[in-house]
Every structure is written in C-alpha cells, then in structure tokens.
C-alpha cells in the first residue's frame, strides 16, 4: 500500500569533514543535490496519492525506489542526450530540470500541461525542453523508437547538410538538433524485457553499434508476476549476456553512487562509437505496482520489509549524515524547502486552466501542413519535356523514379525494411559481381547503389523493428520511408502502427510529431497468392485517427501520391497494389520530379449519369470492364470514382456524383462486413438519403480469406462480373 515514507530523522555525527572527496565521481554538493531530487521525487509520488484520494487527479503510478537509478542517469548523461524513460522514470526527468509543477499540471490534466495537454495518464513522461521523448502506456514500445532516434543521432552527424531547415515542405516544421557524440537513454522494467520489441530493439543495437544505453529497471515485478515467471532463470543479465558489441552491468539501482558510475562508464563506451550499453538496475517497488494494486495481495510482508529495507533515499540520507555531507538540521532544512515548493506547484496546479472541449480534435494532424491543400496540387511537366521517358511506365517504374527523385532531393529521406537494399554485402555490388535486388517486386532497385548503405539498407526480418526504428527517426526529423513486404506481415508492427506512429503528435499535444512514409504491398488477384499473400484489411487502418492512408489504382496517381507522402507533414500508410505494379492498365510517363496529387482528392475516371461506383485499387479496372460493357450492352451510363486516398477521403466527389446519379455502388476488394464500404455507404444514407432512388449497394470480397486454388480465389474477390450484375440489379431497382 502507498504510505508516506519519510526517511527518519537520524542524529548529527560528529566527523571530520572531507570536503574534497567525491562519491564514485559525485561531489559532496552533488550528493545533496541528489538527494534534493530523489526527495522531491517521493513527495511528488505521495502529494499525488493524496490528490487522487481527494478525486483531484484521476491515476497515479509511482517512481517510488526507483530514484537512485534515475538521478544517476540524469546527473551522468547530458542535456543534449535524448530520452525514452518509462513510468517509473520521475526521479530521472526531475533531475533533467522538468518540475513538479509540471507534473502535477499533467496528474490534474491542465491544458498547460506539457507533457500532453491533459491527453496522457501521468506519469507519461515528454519534455521538450529536456529531449525526453513523448510517452505511452504499452509496454516496450519505445525501446525500437530509441534505436531509430540513435540511427538519426548518427545519420545527421554523417549528412550534415540534411539536418537544414529547408522550407516548402515537411522540414520547413522540423527543426533538427544533433550532437556528433550524442546519446540516447531508453528503460524498461523487468517484465517488459518479456516483449519481442525488446529484442528486436538489442539486436539492432547491437548490430549497427549504437550509442543506446538500455537500463533494466528490475524490481522483481510485473505488477504481481514475479522475475522469475517473466525471464529464464530469473535474471535477465544472463540471458542478455550473448550480444555482441554491448557493454554491460548489473548494478544495485538503490545505490546513487554506484549507478552512476554505471552511467559513467555506459555513456563513455557508447560515445567512443563502442556500441550499446545495457544496465540491469536492482529497485525496489516500495508503493506497490499503481495505485490500483495492492501488493500484499500476493507479496508476504517479510519479503516487502527486505525491500525497505534498501529505500534508496533512506540510503542517500544515512550515507549524507554518515559522511558529514549534510546534519540533521540540513536534511530537515532541505526537506522543508522541498516541502514548500510543492505545496506551491500543488497550489498552482490545482488553479490551473483545464483543457476546453473544442480543442480535442486538435493536432491528430499537422497544424502548420495541409496535404489536402493546393500547394500539393502541382501539374505534371509537358510531355515534350520529357525525353526518353517519354514511353508510358508501369506503377511500379514511376514508384521507383518518385523515390530517386525525392531522395536527390531530400537528403533526410532513407529507405529500409526487407530485401529493399540492392545488396547488403556491398563488395559485390562494388566489384561488380552481382546486379541486386531493391526489394521482391524490385520497386527499391538501384536506389542503394546510386545513394549508398546508409540511406538504402535491409532491416532485419522483423515488421515491429521497421515502423519502431521510422518512428524513432522521423520524431528526430528523418523522412524514413519503412517497406513492409507483405501486407499479410504487417501485424508484427501493429502495435506500432496503432498506438505509436500516429498517436505520437495528439499524445504529446503537438509537442513532438513523427512525419514518415511506411510502404506496404498489398492485394490479390494474383493467381496463387493464397491466402497469405493476397490480404487487403485497409479499413483496420483507415479507423486509426492521425494516420493518413492511401491507395493509388495507376501509376501517374502513385507518383503523385508518394510525392505528397513524402513531402507532407504526417505519417502515412501508402498502400500499393501488387497487382497494379506491372499492369497494362494505367501506366503513365514520368511526371516529373515535383508532380504532386493532394490527398483527399478523388478522381472521376469516367463520367457517367446513371449510377455511381466509388471505388479505389484493384477494383478500379475491373470497374471500368464493368462500366463499359453495362454501358455497350444496355445503355447505362455509370460514373467511376476512384478515391485513391482513404483518409482523408472525397466526401465532396461523392455527394457530388451521388446528388447527380442518384444510385451507388461502394465496392473495394476487402472483405464485405466491417469493410471501407460499410463507412461510405452508411455516410451516404445518412447524409444523402433523400438524393437517393435506391438502396446504396456494396460490392466486395466474400468474408473469407483468398484462397490458393485460382478457381476459389475468383469466387472470393470481387470480378468485373460481380460488378456488372450489381450494376445492373441497381438500375432494375
Ligand atoms: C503491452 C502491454 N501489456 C500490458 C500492459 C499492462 N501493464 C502495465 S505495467 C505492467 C507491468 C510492467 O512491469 P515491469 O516491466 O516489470 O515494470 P514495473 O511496473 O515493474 O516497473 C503491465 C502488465 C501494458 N501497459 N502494455
Ligand atoms: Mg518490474
């Protein structure tokens, strides 16, 4: 249960005074003022237990015990390092310079609230002013961003240039900061090291060598699951113990002198370009897992006064009496000013101004970029401006052209996920000995030889390590474009994709933003795709708030596309068709390297009175096939939208048609129930209702998954076929 520990008041000890020496590197002035930290850490924790009982703030979730570790991280690294704590982090972000005020301004969900303008849980630490990167409440999440805001470290002290503002685009509002031997600092607790993020985020440490110092928290519990229940014989130092490159050390996280020195030594391996470092700190959990919990449910007292027995700020305080640091005057001095302090920034806290309900829809996109808007409306160049690519290319070639072209032009954009590198081991490319690959559908291809390893590279087999590492990189001011291969393989990164990416701007009140591009192949009709390569599932994203999602039917519209993805200001889903990439059908020249398409804008591919069919992908052509017989063998005239982007959508294109045709189709490749149709066509009847002569229809995949057998694969998806019967059943109506 939450009690208010209060170290005990123990007597002045009459000792020489050794003003010279230091503890583990810490001075006598430094030890008190870590103690001032920790001590307000605490207080921080018990005024917020007592607010919650007063139903002024609404959760809590101590960093109780944890503090010693924290304010060694803090006192050893440095301002210009970058930070990913997790919750029990107080003592850490107080010793980087955020203030309890601010804290309490987020406990009770103030607008002024820095961290999130009340949007967050407390506890979800984000201080711009400190690099500590905006929080979340899954667990491990933020590992891999950790590693991607290492690669970015790196990647600009490399390309100095990219880190330039530059305006007329997505940089003109990313201001980048960078230190060549910079840092970054990301914990977990012992039961997050469960996660495959975890892993996922030390091996690509590892591997590339990166200035991450991951830190363990271990206070032996996941809220009641014991270390041992968690993690193979119940210390994670051990199982760590095989990777390559890392420094590590297994630490008593309750001693302030001893962590810090762990620090010391971490941060100088990482700096020198050694690799990671991992330190697994030994805590306690003095105030049980939240105060939701209560631990003696499940931890026998014995074991819970064994713990208290290490209370790292009972520790700071006999070791500060016991070495003359500070006497009992000095220590009840110090606490009585802290005391007060926080009764101020309670005080004003609790005066504060709360968020106004208009304001919640503000910032799930950029404020300052518009991707809908007319500046990302540009023509493409004359066609006797073009010379040799004058011949119409397929989507696939003009998606390879638009990310040369935005990579010459852009030097923050990188490339990465699997086999999207020409070829890893670069000597054979260099001696000529093999050709490579630039990814399965070859859409990446040359894209590595002309802009080298560093900004064109496979990522390891792993989705989660795609998006998490492109999260961690754009939030620095990288445009990473990720490469999922299969969109049958996204859900590895789900987790990413649904409650990071597109989150990390409204989570932090715009304080932070994550502009990135993830790629995604996607779709049927492939004649053996089967079930694993054939998906769709577009409307599972185009439901999650902040995330764009686009879906280009022909090859001009791809480049158009991309260009705004890549240009724009928020993250984008662009989804690509793999069926589309080599078609006949809508192959285009090149349109130049600065044609752009708005989102949100659809296209009237053909023109029609009779009835309207909104569609996009795949379904497009079969579409037209459809339009065009039904038109030849009875005389109906059908008007075909193709929406090309899901979020946003052309709702005016729609009504529009609709207001006109009187008569709609909304048909999409995905399966039928819950899909991207459901939306639109329950708009339309609602909105539209009395513009319409029938009932809005829907035409799509059968609610199974595309089978092997070309036969059933053709039973499943949606057929020019299927499109003409429903046609024409709608004008029978
Ligand atoms: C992905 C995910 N699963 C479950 C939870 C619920 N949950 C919150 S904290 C926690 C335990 C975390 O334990 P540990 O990593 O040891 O950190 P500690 O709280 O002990 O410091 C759990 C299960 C969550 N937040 N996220
Ligand atoms: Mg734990």
Redesign the pocket.
């Known amino acids: 249960m939450a009690t208010t520990k209060t170290p005990p008041k123990l007597a002045v000890m009459n000792r020489e005074a050794a003003p010279g020496k230091t503890y583990e590197g810490l001075s006598r002035q430094q030890m008190i003022k870590a103690y001032r930290v920790m001590y307000t850490s605490r207080k921080v924790d018990d005024r917020e237990i007592l607010l919650k009982r007063q139903q002024k703030l609404f959760f809590q979730i101590s960093g109780a015990g944890?503090e010693a570790i924290g304010v060694a991280a803090a006192f050893a690294l440095r301002p210009t390092d970058w930070y990913y704590p997790?919750?029990?982090d107080r003592a850490l972000c107080l010793g980087l310079g955020a203030t309890a005020y601010e804290m309490f301004l987020n406990g009770v969900g103030a607008a002024d609230d820095p961290q999130s303008g009340g949007r967050q849980m407390p506890s979800h630490w984000g201080f711009v002013r400190q690099n500590v990167v905006t929080q979340s409440?899954?667990?491990?999440?933020q590992i891999l961003q950790a590693v991607g805001c290492a690669e970015a470290g790196r990647y600009f002290a490399a390309h100095p240039e990219a880190a330039k503002k530059v305006s007329g685009d997505y940089r003109q509002f990313k201001n980048v900061q960078f230190q060549g031997d910079e840092l970054t600092y990301v914990s977990?607790?012992?039961?997050?090291?469960s996660?495959g993020e975890f892993w996922e985020a030390m091996n690509t440490a590892a591997n590339r060598r990166l200035p991450v110092i991951f830190v363990v928290?271990?206070?032996g519990?996941?809220?009641s699951?014991p270390v041992e229940v968690?993690t193979a014989g119940g210390n994670i130092s051990r199982v760590v113990s095989g990777f390559p490159n890392f420094h590590f050390e297994e630490v008593d996280g309750t001693d302030l002198a001893a962590s810090y020195a762990a620090f010391v030594r971490s941060a100088a391996y990482c700096r020198e370009g050694h690799g990671p470092a991992f330190i697994h700190a030994h805590v306690i959990?003095p105030y049980s897992?939240s105060l939701s919990d209560d631990e003696r449910l499940y931890r026998p007292d014995e074991e819970r006064q064994r713990d208290a027995a290490r209370d790292p700020l009972t520790r700071l305080q006999m070791l500060l009496i016991r070495e003359n640091i500070l006497d009992e005057t000095g220590i009840n001095q110090l606490e009585k000013d802290v005391d007060d302090e926080l009764q101020d920034a309670v005080d004003r806290a609790l005066a504060a101004p709360f968020p106004t309900p208009d304001t919640v829809e503000h910032y799930v996109y950029s404020p300052d970029l518009d991707p809908t808007s007319a500046a990302f409306d540009t023509q493409p160049i004359a066609v006797e401006e073009t010379d040799e690519k004058l011949a119409p290319k397929t989507m696939a070639d003009l998606i390879n052209a638009t990310l040369r072209d935005e990579m010459r032009r852009d030097e923050r954009v990188v490339l990465f996920g699997e086999d999207v590198a020409d070829c890893s081991r670069e000597e054979y490319l260099e001696q000529k000995l093999v050709k490579g690959k630039g990814g399965v559908f070859k859409l990446t291809y040359g894209l590595q030889a002309e802009f080298g390893s560093d900004r064109v590279f496979n990522s390891p087999l792993a989705e989660a390590n795609i998006v998490g590492r492109a999260t961690g990189m754009a939030t620095r001011g990288m445009k990473p474009i990720g490469e999922i291969q299969f969109f049958d393989y996204i859900w590895p990164a789900m987790?990413q994709l649904r409650d990071e990416l597109p989150l990390i701007r409204w989570r932090s009140n715009n304080a932070f933003s994550a502009p990135c591009v993830i790629r995604v192949a996607i779709g049927g009709y492939l004649t053996g795709g089967a079930i694993y390569h054939s998906q769709c599932g577009e409307s599972t994203f185009t439901h999650i708030p902040g995330l764009r999602v686009v879906f280009p039917s022909n090859a001009l519209d791809a480049a158009g596309l991309l260009r705004t993805a890549i240009r724009c200001d928020d993250p984008v889903l662009f989804l690509e068709h793999k069926r589309l990439y080599r078609e006949t059908f809508g192959r285009a020249a090149y349109p130049g390297p600065d044609y752009m398409i708005p989102f949100g804008k659809a296209k009237i591919v053909q023109p029609g009175t009779d009835m309207t069919v909104i569609t996009y992908g795949a379904v497009v052509p079969r579409a037209l096939q459809a339009a065009q017989k039904i038109e030849r063998e009875h005389d109906i005239s059908i008007e075909v939208i193709d929406l090309r982007c899901l979020n946003p959508f052309d709702w005016e294109a729609i009504a529009a048609s609709v207001r006109k045709t009187n008569r709609v189709i909304v048909a999409h490749e995905d399966t039928l129930s819950w899909g991207y149709g459901a939306e639109i066509a329950a708009r339309i009847a609602e909105k539209l209702f009395e513009h319409l002569d029938a009932p809005v229809r829907r035409v799509a995949a059968k609610d199974v998954f595309v089978a092997y057998q070309p036969i059933l694969e053709d039973a499943i998806l949606p057929q020019a076929s299927d499109l003409f019967d429903a046609m024409k059943a709608l004008a029978e109506y």
Do not use: C, F
């Open positions: 944890h997790y919750y029990r409440s899954p667990t491990g999440t977990l607790g012992d039961g997050t090291t996660e928290q271990d206070n519990y996941a809220i699951v968690q959990r897992h987790m």
